[in-house]
């Protein structure tokens, strides 16, 4: 668990023996989870909830950056909860279109990741914390990165790294849609960088620098 400032904490995943990202608590007035990740290995977060005196009852929104099952299939535990999961409307229509494969591939079906939001691009907000919602599409048709103003976080998902971005190479990924979706997000103005996987990236120079570089570099492979 890294606590990154007073009201946003970090459940880093750092194990090679699995894929799952790193998941992310907004600790504010209403209480909001970003990307809870595998069910089967859950309790990494649960366990950092529990060091806060917190468990997931006391989470008021999930929001999901895509649909894929590292990110998202942990919504299960959600459902005898108060909890609301959202994510956004164009990777649900993408979800719905390729139930059958995502339930051959990773045993998991759209209804089981049944959403209770569905976001587009805008203001989310909730409990007086205001969130801006960005369709960013390359990854994962609809993948949305989430950026608060307040205190300049910008979650990525799997869109941008630090030092490296989103594969294309799964259905529905595009490399020049991801290319597009980067570029927007390199004009959000962010102080901190807080992708699906891997370390973040602080300051506003150095995730400056770091956009600069993966278009650089890795704009090339894609």
Not at 55 to 60: A, H, P, R, T
Request: glycine share 10%; net charge negative.
């Amino acid at each position: 668990m890294i606590k990154i400032d007073d009201h946003l904490i970090m459940f880093p995943w750092r194990s090679a023996n699995a894929n799952n990202c790193n998941c992310y608590l907004i600790d504010g007035p209403k209480r909001v989870l970003i990307d809870p990740g595998h069910k089967h290995l859950f309790d990494h977060v649960r366990n950092g909830l529990s060091h806060l005196d917190l468990s997931i009852d006391d989470i008021d929104v999930v929001l999901c950056t895509h649909a894929h099952p590292d990110h998202i299939e942990s919504v299960q535990l959600f459902r005898e909860t108060r909890t609301l999961v959202a994510i956004h409307e164009a990777e649900w229509q993408f979800v719905q279109s390729v139930d059958r494969y995502i339930r051959a591939s990773f045993g998991v079906g759209a209804d089981a990741i049944t959403p209770d939001l569905l976001l587009c691009d805008g203001t989310f907000s909730i409990g007086g914390i205001d969130l801006t919602i960005l369709h960013t599409p390359g990854h994962s048709p609809g993948s949305m990165s989430i950026f608060w103003p307040e205190t300049g976080a910008l979650f990525t998902g799997d869109v941008i790294f630090r030092e490296g971005l989103g594969r294309t190479d799964l259905p529905g990924g595009n490399g020049d849609r991801l290319k597009e979706s980067i570029r927007a997000l390199s004009a959000m103005e962010a102080r901190c960088l807080l992708p699906g996987h891997g370390d973040i990236v602080k300051g506003f120079d150095a995730v400056t620098s770091n956009f600069d570089n993966v278009e650089n570099y890795w704009f090339a492979y894609i």
